[in-house]
């Protein structure tokens, strides 16, 4: 997957304000690495795009971000886009996103690979492609984080992955990784990509 060019534009404060409910304003600070998020956050912006900004704050690819919208007890994915139409995991499956969910906790697994999981979606080819080709390499670290409104309802879960044929090659995931995603995800709850999609 390639991320289309888009401006992101640069700030002048480390902070920035959004509304999660009308009348209700929070003040968010962000770090100077999550910057790029504010470029992401208005109309008009896609799931690709904001997924692609994610990849490049986390320094993973595209393929290595997935946002999952909580419907009627369901996660659907919005990104990335092969995993829209493949159906939805139920929150009260043993998921790995839905044990997130459910929890309304931030997880980090540096050793994904030996987690018993449902690997079907890692599987899955993004594209079309030559049947004799192998599918992508697994998923070897994994940041799983609810995005919650200011009342603590779960509203979807963002993940970060780390893939590769072998886990030396994935570079563990940090607490301060974490506690960024866990920023991102604070922000990411008045995104039109997660209302809308």
Do not use: W
Request: aromatic residues 4%.
């Amino acid at each position: 997957m390639k991320c289309d060019t888009f401006d992101v534009l640069p700030s002048t404060e480390n902070d920035m304000t959004h509304e999660t409910d009308p009348g209700a304003t929070e003040e968010i600070v962000l770090s100077e690495n999550l910057l790029p998020l504010e470029s992401v956050l208005g109309p008009g912006v896609t799931p690709q795009q904001l997924c692609c900004v994610l990849a490049k704050v986390f320094h993973v690819q595209p393929t290595e971000v997935a946002l999952l919208r909580l419907e009627n007890g369901l996660l659907r994915f919005i990104f990335p886009d092969h995993l829209r139409t493949t159906g939805a995991i139920p929150i009260s499956s043993k998921a790995v996103v839905a044990h997130t969910a459910l929890s309304k906790k931030a997880e980090i697994f540096n050793n994904f690979a030996r987690v018993k999981h449902a690997s079907i979606f890692e599987s899955i080819k993004p594209h079309e492609s030559d049947p004799y080709v192998e599918g992508p390499p697994p998923i070897q670290k994994l940041m799983s984080v609810p995005i919650m409104d200011r009342h603590s309802n779960v509203l979807g879960v963002i993940q970060i992955s780390r893939k590769g044929l072998d886990p030396s090659l994935a570079p563990d995931f940090s607490r301060e990784n974490l506690h960024d995603l866990e920023l991102a995800a604070g922000v990411l709850v008045s995104s039109p990509v997660l209302l809308e999609n």
